[in-house]
């Protein structure tokens, strides 16, 4: 199963990706959406291949801790990463796309590729539907704050 979001934001895809990049901390991440808590780099620089963050977030109603390695970076159009093992056995790749459109805008899309069965995805449907809601509101977050940067 693949959770995807996408929306068409105002800005250039280095302006997108820089953002990112600036992702150096917990206050830069609680920036990006009120539900998080905690963010710092335990290895490597933020967003490039073989880094490693640890992250503390509210999904659903509650708390998650975790670690991410960032797996693939083309700089200005991907940013891909998992968590480490055994937990990437389930969620083996996340994603953030930036594809420049003709207008001068991008569409920015984030996907979390999970794997369970039938019977986990409807035991498990309230916390995908929160880890959805999440994702939307992460998307429109960046969008608002790539406008607010424009301003």
Known sequence: ???????????????????????????????????????????????????????????????????????????????????PFPLSIFVPRNQFIIEPTDEGSCIFTATIKVRMGPLSRRLSRRQIEGVKRHMKEEGENLKAIMKKGRD
Do not use: Q
């Open 1 to 83: 199963m693949i959770l995807t979001h996408s929306i068409k934001i105002k800005a250039s895809p280095e302006k997108i990706f820089n953002w990112f990049i600036g992702l150096k901390d917990s206050e830069s991440y609680r920036a990006w959406h009120p539900n998080h808590v905690v963010m710092r780099w335990i290895k490597g620089e933020p967003f490039e291949e073989g880094s490693v963050v640890y992250f503390e977030e509210y999904l659903h109603g509650k708390m998650h801790k975790g670690k991410f390695i960032c797996t693939k970076v083309v700089p200005n159009r991907l940013i891909e990463y998992k968590p």
